[in-house]
């Protein structure tokens, strides 16, 4: 049986020791949704693609306009 979180804070300290935490327990975890301010819209982008998430929140509107381009 797996879980299935979101990770709010994606790109930050907290959110990336998470993810590191779910890559090495990929059996046990899905990853459905992340959340961040929008400063590092790379990283999210990057996370995104690494973990198959569907739904991304973003709290700097700029910064969701730039990540919709990529």
């Known amino acids: 049986m797996t879980r299935s979180v979101t990770i ?18 990929r059996d046990r975890f899905t990853v459905s949704g992340l959340s961040a301010q929008g400063s590092d819209i790379a990283l999210l982008a990057q996370q995104v693609r690494e973990f198959g998430v569907s739904a991304v929140a973003i709290a700097d509107g700029q910064a969701a306009d730039r990540f919709a381009e990529l």
């Open 8 to 25: 709010l804070g994606a790109t930050g300290s907290i959110g990336t020791q998470a993810l590191d935490i779910i890559r090495q327990h």
